[in-house]
């Protein structure tokens, strides 16, 4: 895939302006999987500054937390700065560190949070304590499609990967930004219609109908997967990327611990 070049008052691989925010994509989602060690489970966590409210869209699993910290810190801004937390689902990789910003006001949809509290125990990716801890917060807010979460920012349902999944959408003067979480994962689910890892294979399909309805409302839509690059439609209409992939892991198969091995994961 090709990268397209946006001007600055647009899009770039790391984010960019829409609806009177800043938009930061502090962490890139990585569409792949562990071979032999579970899910990877890396995750895009968004942040949204403007109309006076620090927002992130999804906050990542436990490995995450100290480049999130960092990566906020590069901005100037502590854990403490941020003011709302807006969970697609309740999967662990996107919903975990919830607890990093127990302060702030945090939104998930309402079916997604029934659903979350009778998911068998030790069975799914649905951090159970968390969640059930998460119901009871007091600044924990319940959602449902339709509503509008922050000045611009509307939620839509995206049943499928979850029941209660939701999708937000974004509402900037030229262009919309589409926060999909895991109801579209990756550009082989939305070109492929075929989802992964979802517990209504018709529903996602359902969803990424409507994903795909709102991105090409506007020619200068960008749509934020769960776990790739942004993305925007080019000429013909087919997705093309935003921005370069990073991704690889280093390991010590040494002696000593300044003997490592660096493995790219971009292909």
Not at 58 to 83: N, Q
Not at 136 to 155: E, I, M, N
């Amino acid at each position: 895939m090709g990268t397209k070049a946006l001007n600055s008052d647009s899009f770039s691989g790391a984010g960019g302006r829409a609806g009177g925010y800043q938009i930061d994509l502090l962490i890139q989602g990585y569409p792949g999987k562990s071979v032999c060690h579970g899910s990877l489970g890396w995750s895009t966590i968004a942040l949204l500054r403007g109309h006076g409210r620090v927002a992130l869209i999804d906050v990542g699993a436990f490995g995450i937390r100290s480049t999130l910290i960092h990566k906020l810190a590069e901005l100037g801004l502590t854990p403490e700065a941020v003011t709302d937390v807006i969970l697609t689902h309740s999967h662990y990789d996107h919903a975990v560190n919830w607890t990093l910003f127990s302060h702030a006001d945090i939104h998930m949809g309402s079916d997604e949070m029934d659903w979350s509290l009778q998911a068998p125990w030790g069975r799914t990716p649905v951090p159970e304590l968390y969640m059930q801890t998460l119901a009871a917060w007091p600044s924990f807010k319940r959602l449902t499609a339709g509503d509008t979460v922050l000045p611009g920012l509307v939620a839509h349902a995206a049943p499928g990967h979850t029941p209660g999944h939701l999708i937000f959408v974004l509402v900037g003067t030229e262009r919309d930004v589409i926060f999909t979480g895991d109801a579209a994962k990756n550009r082989a689910e939305l070109v492929g219609m075929v989802a992964d890892m979802s517990l209504s294979k018709e529903e996602s399909v359902a969803s990424f109908e409507r994903i795909w309805a709102l991105w090409r409302q506007r020619a200068n839509n960008v749509l934020v997967p769960g776990h790739d690059l942004p993305m925007v439609l080019d000429g013909a209409g087919e997705p093309e990327y935003l921005g370069e992939r990073a991704g690889g892991i280093r390991a010590w198969f040494g002696d000593t611990l300044e003997q490592t091995h660096t493995f790219s994961l971009v292909a």
